[in-house]
């Protein structure tokens, strides 16, 4: 059999980050007499990929990974405002097809509707380069069956590679697909807990793989979160069994569980007028928590998910205070984003835990 990589450049670059989710760009409708919103830069790839960033700032923004197939159509300002960010991102360009689009429509209650207007193009372990091949973490946001295929698939393409190191495993955090979050595919989802070191669900699609609403009233059921996710933990997660359930509950925050530990974490904003649109916040988190779970340096990464969902509630802080992106700023003494530092608020939330009182 042909090396896959004998012909790929090896390069330095450090990847600490790499999401496998898609990138969208999204047309949001609102109530009238607002306007439409267009050419919006979404989806759960190019979040996830914020979450990342955000928490990256230059030399280390190059460390996070994620790939953008670039129809015919794709707006020459959308390249100008992903180049910013100055990080390893993979365009391919695919100038026979539109570049995946989404049309977003908002109506009464916060009911959000959405569906494809253009064909969606999936990104798998196949779709790598081999800088991104070798990242240090992995988001994965698929269905339980196409999870464990692209767990596999990495895992085989990495100790495929020139001086591959079989016993370097990354951190794999799988965000189930909405679509496939049912009683029937709980099976599957089981057996891929077991390639996977993080599952994070956020409450909803917890509560449909079990058939059961997970809402009490207007806020999260506590004691059901607690309940599956204990059944989870119990069957094991990760290779090794002692993986992690992380389960993003809006303004409820997030519940972080292992087989030692379990907490319900606040998110930021604790007041409502805060966020403008929370589309994309849950996969924000995600990017966050991967880095700040990387960056913690420790072998036993276990041990400071709760520490790495501080990252990620910081990061979705910042996804959901506008339609769209958040602004950056690149400054002599700094990054900003919407006009503030990602650290400073990663210190605030910190020191506000110490007075959180457990639900």
């Not at 267009?38 to 994620?66: D, E, F, K, Q």
């Not at 059944?231 to 997030?254: E, F, M, P, T």
């Not at 958040?326 to 210190?347: A, I, K, Y």
């Amino acid at each position: 059999m042909d090396d896959p990589m004998r012909n790929v450049p090896q390069t330095d670059v450090r990847i600490d980050f790499c999401t496998l989710g898609m990138f969208i760009i999204d047309e949001i409708h609102f109530p009238p007499p607002k306007p439409a919103a267009t050419n919006i830069i979404g989806g759960a790839g190019a979040y996830s990929a914020l979450g990342a960033r955000l928490l990256s700032p230059p030399p280390l923004s190059n460390s996070v990974g994620w790939i953008i197939d670039c129809g015919s159509d794709f707006p020459s300002d959308l390249r100008k405002n992903i180049a910013q960010w100055c990080t390893t991102c993979l365009m391919r360009e695919t100038p026979n097809r539109l570049t995946t689009r989404g049309w977003n429509g908002y109506g009464e209650n916060e009911h959000r509707a959405f569906r494809y207007t253009t064909p969606k193009l999936r990104l798998d372990h196949e779709s790598l380069d081999y800088n991104l091949l070798r990242s240090k973490s992995f988001h994965l946001i698929c269905s339980p069956k196409r999870c464990v295929e692209m767990t596999k698939g990495i895992i085989c393409r990495r100790n495929q590679m020139p001086h591959a190191q079989p016993g370097d495993p990354p951190l794999f955090i799988w965000e189930p697909v909405p679509d496939l979050c049912k009683p029937e595919e709980l099976e599957n989802c089981l057996e891929a807990l077991h390639a996977v070191d993080i599952v994070s669900p956020n409450h909803s699609e917890l509560g449909d793989f079990f058939g059961v609403c997970a809402i009490d009233g207007d806020d999260v059921s506590k004691s059901f979160v607690k309940q599956c996710a204990d059944s989870w933990l119990a069957s094991g997660i990760g290779r090794n069994g002692l993986g992690a359930v992380v389960v993003r509950a809006g303004k409820d925050g997030c519940y972080v569980a292992t087989r030692e530990k379990a907490s319900w974490m606040p998110p930021y904003h604790r007041n409502a007028d805060k966020v403008v649109d929370p589309t994309g916040g849950g996969n924000g988190f995600l990017g966050g928590l991967a880095i700040g779970l990387v960056r913690s340096q420790e072998e036993d990464w276990v041990s400071k998910v709760e520490d790495g969902a501080c990252w990620g509630s910081v990061a979705a802080s910042f996804a959901i205070e506008q339609i769209g992106m958040p602004t950056l700023e690149s400054r002599d003494d700094g990054e900003l984003w919407n006009g503030q530092s990602v650290f400073q608020r990663l210190s605030e939330y910190k020191e506000g835990l110490e007075q959180y009182v457990q639900p």
